[in-house]
């Protein structure tokens, strides 16, 4: 089944896409600053996200592991 129609992994597909681009952008700022427009300013609007509400994300991550643990 496609994580488009699975409502559990759509969440984690963007969970994993916000992580990752706070993590790529902590150490590569300036790729991802020049980029804000089109395609790539998902990535950065998704860096802003995961910069600026942390605590929530990681408790959603949290979660998603736990429920992924016992389903």
């Known amino acids: 089944m496609s994580a488009l129609f ?3 992994s759509l969440l984690l597909v963007i969970l994993l896409l916000i992580c990752t681009a ?3 952008h902590a150490h590569a700022p300036a790729i991802m600053d020049r980029n ?4 790539m300013g998902v990535f950065w609007k998704a860096a802003r996200i995961g910069e600026r509400l942390s605590p929530y994300v990681s408790l959603c991550c949290a979660a998603m592991a736990v ?3 016992f389903s």
Do not use: I, V
């Open 6 to 8: 699975n409502f559990q």
């Open 22 to 24: 706070t993590y790529a």
């Open 36 to 39: 804000k427009h089109g395609f």
């Open 67 to 69: 429920s992924l643990f």
